[in-house]
């Protein structure tokens, strides 16, 4: 149980271009996804926090107008990098906390998605 | 700014041995701690999480927490080269939503 996909594993795409990365709970339902980017040999940075129904929540220096989530139902969320630029490329991860809560490891992480913008 | 330190590494310590690995944090309201492993180009996995000051083990690894010290170790016992990884020491914020990482310890063991 607890899984977390994300689509697709991979994406090459072109500068000024939209891309869009899923992240699905599979056997859950998850009221709060997370989106996380993380570059290489750096630790997982927090950009989002994405509450089914309602706007996300974006940390500081993340642009919102650029990195758009939306989260439509209790299994999906989306990303979309807007405008893609090479300094864009990394790994991106989502997690998905089970809305039944409890415990102290309810976020389960997706296998993320490699971006890389040429 | 909350922060969680680890020492980068590389770590490396011969198969058999224990390997040793430390991290900090600074919001001293923090209640809950986790130990991830991440291979090159995987996402994160659970190893142990704890939230009580003292020892917690499961198998060969066993998680130390020191909440007045403000720091959290994790021990590997009989190494292998399948730990070889980068292990990652992440703190739940004191709201208890989002998970705070640290950069990771690199982790070699040798054959």
């Known amino acids: 149980g607890a899984v977390v996909s994300q689509h697709p594993s991979r994406v090459i795409c072109k500068s000024g271009t939209s891309v869009k990365i899923e992240c699905r709970s599979l056997?859950?339902?998850?009221?709060?996804m997370f989106w996380y980017r993380q570059f290489p040999k750096q630790s997982l940075m927090l950009m989002a926090t994405?509450?089914?129904?309602?706007?996300?929540?974006?940390e500081q220096g993340v642009e919102k107008d650029k990195f758009l989530i939306n989260h439509a139902s209790l299994t999906l969320s989306t990303l979309t990098v807007t405008s893609a630029h090479p300094e864009d490329s990394s790994f991106y991860i989502c997690?998905?906390?089970?809305?039944?809560?409890?415990?102290?490891?309810?976020?389960?992480f997706g296998p993320g998605t490699r971006l890389t913008v040429l | 700014q909350k922060e969680v330190e680890q020492n980068s590494g590389p770590l490396s310590v011969p198969e058999g041995a224990i390997a040793s690995l430390n991290c900090t944090y600074s919001?001293?309201?923090?209640?809950?701690f986790f130990w991830y492993r991440q291979y090159s180009g995987k996402s994160p996995e659970l190893i142990m999480f704890?939230?009580?000051?003292g020892d917690k083990e499961d198998g060969r690894f066993t998680a130390q927490l020191n909440k007045a010290s403000q720091y959290v170790s994790l021990l590997i016992r009989d190494s292998q080269p399948s730990d070889s990884a980068t292990y990652l020491c992440?703190?739940?914020?004191?709201?208890?939503?989002?998970?705070?990482f640290g950069k990771g310890t690199t982790l070699s063991v040798s054959s």
């Open positions: 704890i939230y009580s000051n």
């Open positions: 994405s509450n089914e129904g309602s706007k996300a929540t974006y």
């Open positions: 919001d001293r309201g923090s209640q809950s």
């Open positions: 997690s998905a906390r089970d809305r039944r809560g409890g415990g102290y490891n309810e976020q389960f």
């Open positions: 056997d859950f339902q998850a009221t709060t």
């Open positions: 992440a703190v739940k914020d004191q709201a208890g939503t989002a998970l705070i």
